[in-house]
């Protein structure tokens, strides 16, 4: 059945994945956190609905009373601002030019793709390091420009855009319960 095949498929390469690339990037947004960094998740398409979920469950979902925020962003979802720049700049602009007025040293970019190639993804990338923020991304296996231009890369072994866009979820659910629980354990022990 198509079910048990895309099951398969998706277990398969959700054991793919590294253990220690997920613990790494964890540690960036946490430093972040910490640090009073922000974070900005970009991404396109179903990529950009990630991104606004990202948003969500670590700007609102791990906060407790007592514990500190995580500052996040989805610059997708500034529809009137992205749809601007679209319109009057270019596509590949939609996110870089927003970052600039945001996006400072210490920064952490994380760049959610499938196929790694998107312009305004690789734009964003390019300022992020002339300002020196820090990038990640989390791309398909397409060999995308994407996976050099950044700090760190998470290639999921898949090219099939469903796969790759689910495990984007996967990655930022296990991370942000992650961390919502650490933020609980913190504030019992203050």
Not at 119 to 133: C, D, M
Request: proline share 1%; with cysteine; hydrophobic share 40%.
């Amino acid at each position: 059945m198509f079910f048990d095949d895309y099951s398969k498929g998706l277990q398969e390469t959700l054991d793919k994945i590294s253990r220690e690339d997920v613990q790494l990037l964890y540690s960036l947004i946490d430093e972040a956190r910490n640090k009073d960094k922000h974070v900005f998740v970009l991404g396109n398409g179903g990529s950009a609905a990630a991104a606004s979920h990202w948003v969500c469950d670590f700007g609102k979902g791990i906060n407790i009373p007592g514990a500190k925020r995580l500052k996040i962003f989805a610059p997708v979802d500034n529809g009137a601002v992205f749809s601007a720049y679209g319109n009057d700049n270019s596509y590949e602009e939609t996110f870089v030019e927003q970052l600039k007025n945001l996006l400072e040293e210490g920064d952490l970019i994380i760049s959610l793709s499938v196929s790694g190639n998107s312009g305004n993804l690789l734009e964003s990338h390019r300022y992020a390091k002339s300002i020196g923020a820090k990038t990640v991304c989390i791309v398909g296996d397409k060999q995308g420009k994407l996976i050099d231009m950044s700090d760190k890369a998470i290639v999921i072994k898949s090219e099939n855009y469903g796969i790759v866009e689910d495990i984007h979820i996967i990655i930022e659910h296990a991370m942000s319960q992650y961390m919502k629980s650490n933020n609980e354990e913190a504030v019992r022990q203050a």
